[in-house]
């Protein structure tokens, strides 16, 4: 304070760069800033303020009273930006230099004024078109308010369709339904679903069932499948006549086999149960 310097809030003017980091300090940063007064010009102050970035670097950036402008005079570097006028947009000003010129040259001052009234009467007739065009637009105030309604009306149906539509398929309050098109439909028909009324699923399951339903003994399986009174007959009829010697020969070579099989049913029998308590689990 006795050196008449104040510790402020500072926001930078423009974009600048770091001189040691090189990091890019984008216009409106704040920085806490010493404010002193290094000068001045005729009577007004020129204060510098000096901030120090977080690498270490101190900035000072001095005001310019002359050309109404900052200068950066230490730790960093302005970012040069250019533009075109028409490209913004925007009408460019002329520069003290170009204004001294025009006014010391009336032929210059001439030039300079017809142009000014050329482009003054092109912007009236673009506005009198604009304002005809708006006239027309909102002459007719009731058929606006009635086409506003009526795409009003069309916004609250469609609504309504696609909230009916919601409510059948179950969805909450909160889910919104997008409207559809031809990819999800397409992508919707390239997607298999397997369910359980499919072919290789019933097959699947009536070739369980019939495994759980057969019995495990060939032959009183055949009887109690339904074999009936022709099973019988065969076999009383089989005890009747007896046995021949070829025949004897063949059931006992094929004893071994009826075993076997016995066995292999038995275990396909234990593993369906096994399966079902582990499906059941």
């Given amino acids: ?54 690498c270490g670097c101190k900035i000072t ?31 460019e000003l002329p520069d003290a230099n170009e204004r001294a010129a025009v006014s010391a040259d009336p032929l210059a001052s001439l030039e300079r004024k017809t142009i000014q009234a050329q482009q003054a009467a ?8 604009l304002a005809q065009q708006s006239e027309q637009r ?20 469609a609504d309504a369709k696609v909230d009916a539509k919601r409510k059948a398929l179950g969805l909450a309050d909160h889910v919104k339904l997008l409207p559809e098109s031809k990819a999800d439909a397409q992508a919707a028909q390239l997607v298999l679903f397997q ?35 022709s099973a019988a007959a065969a076999a009383a009829a089989a005890k009747s006549t007896g046995p021949s010697p070829g025949r004897r020969r063949n059931a006992a070579a094929a004893a071994p086999t009826a075993a076997s099989a016995k066995a292999q049913l038995q275990q396909r029998v234990i593993a369906c149960k096994k399966r079902k308590q582990l499906q059941r689990a």
């Fill in 138 to 157: 909102h002459r007719d105030g009731y058929s606006l308010n009635k086409q506003l309604r009526e795409a009003l009306r069309q916004s609250k149906k």
């Fill in 1 to 54: 304070m006795g050196e008449g310097i104040l510790i402020i809030r500072f926001e930078v003017p423009f974009n600048i760069w770091c001189n040691q980091c090189g990091e890019h300090i984008a216009k409106g940063v704040r920085f806490n800033a010493e404010k002193k007064q290094v000068g001045s010009y005729h009577s007004t102050k020129v204060l510098a303020f000096t901030m120090r970035h977080h």
């Fill in 122 to 129: 092109e912007g009236r007739a673009q506005l009198t078109v």
């Fill in 61 to 91: 950036i001095q005001t310019d009273p002359k050309n109404a402008e900052y200068l950066v005079t230490d730790g960093a570097r302005r970012k040069i930006e250019t533009y075109d006028a028409d490209d913004a947009q925007t009408i």
């Fill in 195 to 229: 369910h359980s009324s499919s072919k290789f699923q019933q097959k699947h399951q009536d070739k369980r069932n019939k495994i759980m339903t057969e019995s495990i003994f060939g032959g009183e399986g055949g009887v109690e499948a339904g074999g009936g009174s």
